[in-house]
């Protein structure tokens, strides 16, 4: 059983800058691809951004493209999620996600993941 915890929301400024963090306890970390995901008030959970057991694949939703780095340090067991000129429309609760793969396929679909944090709250204010 994974235990994933995200940190790192808080609310800050049109523009500006955060970095999420995921720390996963309980598993083998390597062996799991993981993924960011966001969800809107009123808003079905969406893809944000995933990166493969090695680090050697990513993939990002194309709103965020150019502005969010996913990353990950397997001797931590955490996956990281730079995110540079937020909008207000970023605002979300983001979540990461586990998924027990060494592939990299249909990671935008929510139920390829077995586990979720509980997720970190990010505000953007314009």
């Known amino acids: 059983q994974v235990q994933l915890v995200e940190s790192g929301g808080g609310l800050v400024q049109a523009g500006g800058s955060l970095r999420l963090a995921c720390a996963a306890s309980g598993g083998t970390f390597s062996r799991y691809a993981m993924a960011w995901f966001r969800q809107a008030p009123g808003k079905e959970r969406e893809f944000v951004a995933a990166?493969?057991?090695?680090?050697?694949?990513?993939g990002y939703a194309d709103s965020v493209k150019g502005r969010f780095t996913i990353s990950r340090d397997n001797a931590k067991n955490t996956v990281y999620l730079q995110m540079n000129s937020l909008k207000p429309e970023d605002t979300a609760v983001y979540y990461c996600?586990?998924?027990?793969?060494?592939?990299?396929?249909?990671?935008?679909?929510?139920?390829?993941?077995?586990?979720w944090g509980q997720g970190t709250q990010v505000t953007v204010s314009s």
């Open positions: 990166i493969s057991w090695s680090g050697g694949n990513t």
């Open positions: 996600a586990a998924d027990w793969t060494y592939g990299f396929k249909n990671v935008k679909a929510t139920d390829e993941y077995e586990y």
